[in-house]
C-alpha cells in the first residue's frame, strides 16, 4: 500500500497552492527521468506522484463523504466546494501533464512490467477527460451536479399523512396495502414532476457542458468522450448496442411473462405503474429488517461466508465507516469509498427498515471487500477495476449472501427474498437499457428540448419495460429519469451494472453448485482489483464473456426457471 500520510511535509488541510506546488515539483523531474538510460528515475517519479493522488484523492473523498452526511451543512459545503472548484483543477493540471508524458515516454514499457500494461492503457483513457482546455467546464459541471444532489437531498413528500424523505417514499411503493402503494407512488413522481423545470433546467446546462467539451477535443458529440471518462479499453457503443439487442430478445420476455403473472395475482389485466414494485408472490412486508438490527445481522452473514470478510465488516463498525440510516438532507443513494492513503474503505447507505436495505447492504459491501483486498495493489489507479467490472464484486456478494438470509429474515421469507433477487435482476437489465439507450440519444441530440428528453425516455422505456400501465399517469413515465442521480452525475455510467450482473448471476450459478469454489473467485477477483480490463476479469474468473451472444438467453432460461415462467429451463455453472 502507498500512503501519503507517511510524507513529512503532508499539510493539514490541502489547499490549491500545496497542490500545484507538488506538481511543479513531479513535473521538472520529467526531462532528467526522461534523459536516464534506464527506466528507475521514470519509476521513482510515478512512486511519487502515486503517493500525492492518493492523498488528494482521498483528501477528497473524506470531505465528500462528510459532505454526504448532511447536505445542508454550510461548513462542510464550503469544504467540498473548495476541493470541487479549486483543489481538482489544480490535481487534473498537473495529472494530465503528468499522463502525457508518460505514455510518450520510452520508459513506458518499464512502468507497464513493474505494475502492469492496464495502468498504461487506463492513463491513456484519461488524457482526453483530463484535458486542461476543459477545466473551467468540469468545475462547472461538478458544481451543477452538486445543485442536483442538494436538491434531492432535501426532497420530502407527504404519504399517508406524515411527512417523510423520497426514499421512504420509494421504499412505501413496495407496501402491501393497495392504496399506500399509489399514494407512494403517486407522491415521489408528483415531487420529481414538480421540480421538472429545475432539475431539466441542471441537466440541459449539464448536457450542453459535455458536448462543449467533446466539440473543444474535435468530437462530433460527447459519446466517445463519456466511455473515455469510464476509463473502457474493452468495448464501445457499437457493442453496447449488441448487449441491448439480447436483452431486448431474451431477458424482456421473461420480463413480460413475471409482469403478466404479477398482475394475475393482483387481480388486473395489466400490472399499474403504482404496483411495479410489490409481487404478491415475492415481496416482504415494509419494516421488516429494522435498522438497529441490520449490522449485527449482516455481521453474522460475513463470518459465516468467510472470517477474512468478517474482519473486514467488524474493522469497518469499530471504526465508524458505515454510515447507515436514512435521514434528511443526507445524499442519497448509496455508495462506497476508498481512502487509500489511510487504508481504509468506508460505505454510505440510506437504510429505512424495508428488505432492499439487505440489497444495498450486501451491494455495497461487495464494493468495500474488493476495496480491502486490493489495498496491495502500488497503482491507486489500479485499486479500483472499470466500474463495469467493479460491479460484479457488489452484485455478486448480493448472491453470495443469500443463503444467510435467513439471518435476516425467517425461512419463508428469506427463500422469497432470494427469488425475488433473480426476478430484481431480470427487472434490473431490462431498465439499465433504458438508461443507456437514452444517454446515447441525448448526448447524440444535444440540442433537444426538455419535451423532446421526456418524450425519448418514453418512447425508449416502452421497448424495454412493456406490460406497464400508466393509464391517467403518463406524465409519471418519464419522471421517473429525474430521479435517476447517474444521468446526472456520471454520464454512461450505468450499462456497468447490466455488464456485471451477467458475471454476478454466473457466480451465483457457481455457488449453487460449490459454495468454496465461488468464495475463492470472488476473493481472487477482488484481489486483481483494476489491474485487468473488465474482459479480462471474465475470464480469469472463469466466466463467460457479457458479449458472449448465447449468453443473455442462457441466464434468462436459468433466472425463469428459478421463478418458476412455464417452458423455462436452467443452465450449469461455467466450467
Same mark, same amino acid.
Given at each position: ?40 528515475? #521514470? ?5 511519487? !506522484? ?166 473543444? /477535443? ?55 405503474? #403504482? ?19 441490520? /449490522?449485527?445481522? /449482516? ?5 459465516? %461466508?468467510?472470517?477474512? %470478510? ?73 485499486? #479500483? ?5 467493479? $460491479? ?22 428469506? $427463500? ?40 425519448? #425516455?418514453?418512447?425508449? !422505456? ?92 442462457? %441466464? ?20
Amino acid at each position: 500500500m502507498i500512503a501519503y500520510k507517511h510524507f513529512s511535509d503532508r499539510p493539514e488541510t490541502l489547499t490549491a497552492e500545496f497542490v500545484r506546488e507538488r506538481y511543479r515539483a513531479l513535473a521538472g523531474r520529467i526531462e532528467q527521468a526522461e534523459q536516464a538510460g534506464a527506466p528507475d528515475a #521514470w519509476l521513482a517519479l510515478y512512486a511519487d !506522484w502515486n503517493a500525492l493522488k492518493s492523498y488528494v484523492g482521498s483528501e477528497g473523498r473524506r470531505i465528500y463523504y462528510a459532505l454526504s452526511k448532511d447536505m445542508n451543512d454550510p461548513r462542510r459545503e464550503a469544504a467540498d466546494k473548495y476541493i470541487r472548484e479549486q483543489v481538482t483543477p489544480a490535481a487534473e493540471e498537473g495529472d494530465s501533464t503528468l499522463v502525457n508524458a508518460l505514455i510518450a515516454s520510452r520508459h513506458k514499457d518499464g512502468i507497464a512490467e513493474r505494475y502492469s500494461r492496464q495502468l498504461i492503457r487506463i492513463l491513456e483513457t484519461t488524457v482526453e477527460p483530463l484535458a486542461p482546455v476543459n477545466s473551467t467546464l468540469r468545475v462547472e459541471a461538478a458544481d451543477l451536479v452538486n445543485r442536483y444532489d442538494k436538491r434531492v437531498a432535501s426532497g420530502e413528500v407527504e404519504v399517508d399523512g406524515r411527512t417523510v424523505t423520497l426514499m421512504v417514499a420509494r421504499n412505501l411503493q413496495n407496501s402491501e396495502h393497495a392504496p399506500l402503494r399509489r399514494q407512494a407512488f403517486e407522491a415521489y413522481r408528483r415531487w420529481f414532476l414538480r421540480e421538472r423545470e429545475a432539475l431539466a433546467g441542471i441537466y440541459h446546462e449539464l448536457v450542453q457542458l459535455r458536448d462543449r467539451m467533446a466539440r473543444n /477535443l474535435g468530437h462530433a458529440n460527447f459519446v466517445r468522450l463519456g466511455y473515455l471518462g469510464m476509463g473502457r479499453t474493452d468495448y464501445g457503443p457499437a457493442q453496447a448496442a449488441l448487449f441491448r439487442a439480447a436483452v431486448r430478445e431474451y431477458a424482456v420476455p421473461v420480463q413480460q411473462q413475471l409482469y403478466q403473472n404479477q398482475a394475475q395475482a393482483l387481480g388486473t389485466p395489466i400490472l399499474k405503474a #403504482w404496483d411495479v414494485e410489490y409481487d404478491p408472490a415475492l415481496s416482504l412486508p415494509g419494516g421488516i429488517v429494522p435498522v438497529g438490527t441490520q /449490522l449485527d445481522a /449482516l455481521q453474522r452473514v460475513f463470518d459465516k %461466508l468467510s472470517p477474512q %470478510l468478517g474482519a473486514h465488516f467488524t474493522r469497518m463498525r469499530s471504526e465508524g465507516l458505515i454510515d447507515l440510516e436514512n435521514r434528511k438532507g443526507k445524499r442519497a443513494g448509496a455508495y462506497c469509498t476508498n481512502l487509500s492513503d489511510e487504508g481504509r474503505v468506508a460505505i454510505f447507505c440510506n437504510s429505512t427498515g424495508d428488505a432492499s436495505d439487505v440489497a444495498t447492504l450486501t451491494h455495497e459491501m461487495g464494493h468495500a471487500f474488493q476495496a480491502w483486498e486490493s489495498q496491495e495493489i502500488e497503482a491507486v489507479d489500479l485499486h #479500483w477495476p472499470t466500474s463495469d467490472a467493479g $460491479e460484479i464484486h457488489s452484485m455478486g456478494m448480493e448472491f453470495l449472501s443469500l443463503r444467510h438470509a435467513g439471518e435476516f429474515f425467517s425461512a419463508e421469507h428469506a $427463500e422469497r427474498f432470494g427469488r425475488l433477487r433473480w426476478k430484481r435482476g431480470v427487472d434490473l437489465i431490462c431498465y439499465i437499457c433504458v438508461v443507456d439507450e437514452f444517454q446515447h440519444w441525448v448526448y447524440e441530440h444535444a440540442q433537444a428540448s426538455h419535451d423532446e428528453r421526456d418524450a425519448a #425516455w418514453r418512447r425508449i !422505456w416502452d421497448v424495454y419495460k412493456p406490460g406497464i400501465d400508466f393509464g391517467g399517469v403518463e406524465d409519471y413515465k418519464h419522471a421517473r429519469w429525474y430521479a435517476q442521480g447517474h444521468l446526472f452525475f456520471a454520464p454512461f455510467y450505468y450499462i456497468d451494472y447490466a455488464i456485471a450482473e451477467t458475471g454476478a448471476m454466473q457466480l451465483a450459478l457457481v455457488d449453487a453448485q460449490d459454495h468454496e469454489r465461488a468464495m475463492k473467485v470472488f476473493l481472487d477477483l477482488c484481489r486483481i482489483g483494476g489491474t485487468k480490463s473488465v474482459l479480462e476479469i471474465f475470464a480469469a474468473a472463469g466466466l463467460r464473456s457479457p458479449f458472449d451472444p448465447t449468453l443473455m438467453r442462457d %441466464l434468462m432460461a436459468h433466472a425463469a426457471g428459478v421463478l418458476g415462467l412455464a417452458g423455462a429451463g436452467r443452465i450449469p455453472a461455467p466450467s
